[in-house]
């Protein structure tokens, strides 16, 4: 059976490239780079490059990357390492309402602990307003964190604005570009950001190492405390095959992006304009165009559930994704797309396919010949459809 | 993380010893790291003659007392007590910034000795 | 030149088998274990497995294992987890003068902040007395934290007595088994555990993993907030391929500890004898014979400083390490040595060799006829030998 990858917002595989790379570290360099030996001292020449690679391509310098072990962890480090360490300035937070649950999670832990929090709405099309973020600013605001893409939906926010807003106010600002990274140019002056979380193994390279970006001047409290690597922000043995094949990766992606976009983009609304064609009751959630990141379709197909769509398309070899709550571990299905403004039973029917670097047009086809067979098939066995007709 | 001018000093350091008539020593230790160097030479005329050092300390230590002695060898004491600290460390191509203390030592204990054969002199 | 690496315990080379393992989760099985489709049902059943095998190698269940970045970030969970979970029951915490920096420096955050500590000291051969512990014992303790092997100079901890001595007063009992592991029988049960912190680059797993033991029924803070990964203990996406590297170094050191033992103690042995017997003035470190890890060597070279050892042995293809302030970063020397009454002037001229499942008696006659060398040229050097002898 042909198996087709259509979920790279939830993982990619490793570029081989990378992943040679990451081969020559496990086995051959394989130091401590903290070590004062010749076996150490390479590793951390190579951790700098990794370094570099990794500053260039979101227009940083060196010494203003901090290695955590992902995304998520980069996003709980900004968000509670700035709240302690501004705490006695300030205790006010606002986010929005279609951040990851690393950034959600985390306020609300802080919610719990002292700190107020302010979560702004996203329009249908899930995008946060300039002007909402602006009113939720109160004098003892630290702190406003929005994320650059989402991840289930696309949706490409104003982050420059609001970080000029934020950086008028003396409001430290942070960006979630987990999902932009790759997919759209960053570049950390030019968004007026302080903090920035970008993770490795959704830009082909491997699982378990993430970075913060960090302001040159910008304190924030570290998580774990130990041996003093990163600057003492990020202790433990660094992660070195992994800090190098996430270097490797960002210069792929670098050198790859604006050629790989236009495919990407061509391949999307090729698909986004397959499944309108030829299923009906469907809803694109997100902006269409330039608003959404180049690699991602999210549609709801009315009158079927989430995760019995993914296991069918699962059983003719497609991978995608959904925000129906069977699918999430809670109950509920996605907040992104309730936020969006769905109701809850069109939130169930909703289906994430993610492109990558390795999509074809032939899988495109295939995905478009079994798609509309299955939703077919569920709708003859959902209560909802008949009532409907 | 050394320069191949410091592995080259430590490996292959100039100058160690101690001078058993000398007339000008001096001894530093570096509180911050416990390190410890000791320098002896024989001055004549004001001018250093010969200098030899003792160091314990670290690769860095070694290497900038190794460059000191190298430096203000042949120099009046007054051209010697010109150079600084920083100027070993540039001479050796740079230290890492952890470093950077080593290098304090190395000019401070040139300076010390100058000083004892000053006093040593004007004792006479 | 030969490269003969002896410092095992500040990291491994990870084992061919290992990483030929990771390669397949790098390019071939890369899903993301959470989705519901295949590529991501297989890596999540092969996490499943690592997570039995890792479990097994200290006797604990698999449900009581969560995956971390490494032992840093899993000492950190512990200590900081179970403090803010039990604050309300008391704030003092327990621990010893020569634990590593992840645990040492996690007790000097949580004295900032609201908690109490007492850290109880070792005798000169660098072990802690239960009696000690009994003592520091108060009513409102809540956690006791001891390493059960000493990094620096290889001192078996009496961990089992400690942990009983936890459990009859209702104390929870952390122990950081990150350098006996593989190397020493642990057994979570005999030990009276509660929480243990293990990491995989120290026992040729990738580097970047790591796992905290979490006894059925603990409950702890967790540090991260994200996706839920982990029984939510620990959110982030799962560094798939590490932790399946990690299973499978746990799973070749249960099968080869035993026979691997004999051989390093035998080496360890040989290099101890041939360094005492051909240098005067050295000071052996921590216990000989078997109160300590069978890889370790540890000794004290009067008249000369650590970091210029470890350069000119590193010059004739040599790695150690050592515990001079030189090469510490921060400008003390070791803790560890210092705590076991060693002067600051003995304690820079430390030397660590830690041996591996590679070092062969070649090795260890090379390094016998290079130290001593070594050491005449360095003591030549010395402004401390000549006025000593
Ligand atoms: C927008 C966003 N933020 C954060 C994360 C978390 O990153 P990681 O998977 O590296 O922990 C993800 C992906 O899961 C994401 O899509
Ligand atoms: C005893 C001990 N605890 C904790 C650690 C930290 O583990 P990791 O290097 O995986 O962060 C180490 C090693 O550095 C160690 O030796
Ligand atoms: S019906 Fe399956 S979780 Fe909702
Ligand atoms: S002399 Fe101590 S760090 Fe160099």
Do not use: W
Not at chain 1, 244 to 262: P, T, V, Y
């Amino acid at each position: 059976m042909k198996r087709i990858y259509l979920d790279h917002s939830a993982t990619t595989p490793v570029d081989p490239q990378v992943a040679e790379l990451m081969m020559v570290y496990f086995t051959e360099y394989y130091g401590n780079p903290s070590s004062v030996h010749s076996f150490g001292r390479q590793v951390h020449k190579a951790i700098d490059e990794a370094r570099e690679k990794v500053a260039s391509l979101i227009g940083a310098n060196p010494s203003e990357i901090t290695f955590t072990s992902g995304g998520t962890e980069a996003d709980n480090l900004a968000i509670q390492g700035a709240a302690r360490i501004r705490a006695k300035k300030g205790t006010h937070l606002i986010t929005s309402a279609i951040e990851h649950h690393a950034v959600l999670d985390t306020f609300k832990y802080l919610a719990k602990n002292g700190y107020e929090i302010t979560i702004v709405p996203v329009d249908e099309e899930g995008l946060v307003s300039v002007q909402d973020i602006e009113k939720a600013i109160r004098p003892d605001t630290i702190l406003i964190s929005i994320m650059h893409a989402n991840n289930e939906v696309g949706s490409i926010q104003p982050v420059a604005e609001i970080g000029r807003i934020a950086r008028e106010k003396g409001i430290l600002f942070h960006v979630d570009a987990v999902q932009s990274l790759g997919k759209l140019p960053i570049d950390v002056n030019q968004m007026n950001v302080d903090l920035l979380t970008i993770s490795s193994h959704k830009i082909y390279g491997p699982k378990g190492v993430g970075a913060l970006y960090i302001r040159k001047g910008v304190r924030i409290s570290p998580l774990v405390f130990g041996g003093s690597q990163e600057r003492k922000v990020r202790s433990g043995t660094e992660n070195a095959p992994g800090i190098i094949g996430f270097g490797k990766a960002c210069e792929l992606a670098g050198q790859r992006m604006a050629d790989e976009n236009i495919e990407l983009v061509r391949l999307r609304d090729k698909l986004f304009d397959g499944i309108l064609a030829s299923i009906d009751r469907v809803k694109v959630n997100g902006p269409r165009g330039a608003k959404r990141l180049p690699n991602n379709v999210n549609i709801s197909i009315n009158f079927i559930e989430g995760e019995s769509l993914l296991l069918s398309l699962d059983l003719v070899g497609i991978a995608g994704s959904s925000g129906s709550a069977c699918t999430s571990g809670s109950l509920d299905p996605s907040h992104v797309l309730l936020a969006m403004g769905l109701s809850h039973e069109v939130a169930h029917g909703s289906l994430r396919l993610s492109l990558g670097r390795q999509n074809t047009d032939e899988e495109i086809d295939y995905v478009l010949q079994e798609l509309p067979k299955i939703v077919q098939r569920l709708r003859e066995m959902s209560p909802l459809y008949h009532k409907a007709i | 993380m050394y320069s191949e001018k410091v592995i080259d000093h430590f490996t292959n350091p100039r100058n160690v010893g101690e001078i058993e008539n000398a007339n000008g020593v001096g001894q530093v230790g570096n509180a911050k790291c416990g390190d410890i160097m000791r320098i002896s030479m024989v001055v004549e005329n004001d001018v250093i003659k010969d200098i030899k050092f003792k160091t314990f300390g670290c690769g860095a230590a070694v290497a900038t007392s190794s460059m000191v002695t190298e430096m203000v060898k042949g120099k009046s004491v007054n051209e010697a007590l010109d150079i600084s600290n920083a100027a070993v460390a540039e001479a050796l191509g740079g230290l890492p910034e952890a470093k950077l203390h080593c290098s304090n030592l190395a000019a401070d204990a040139v300076h010390e000795a100058i000083k004892d054969y000053i006093q040593k002199k004007t004792k006479v």
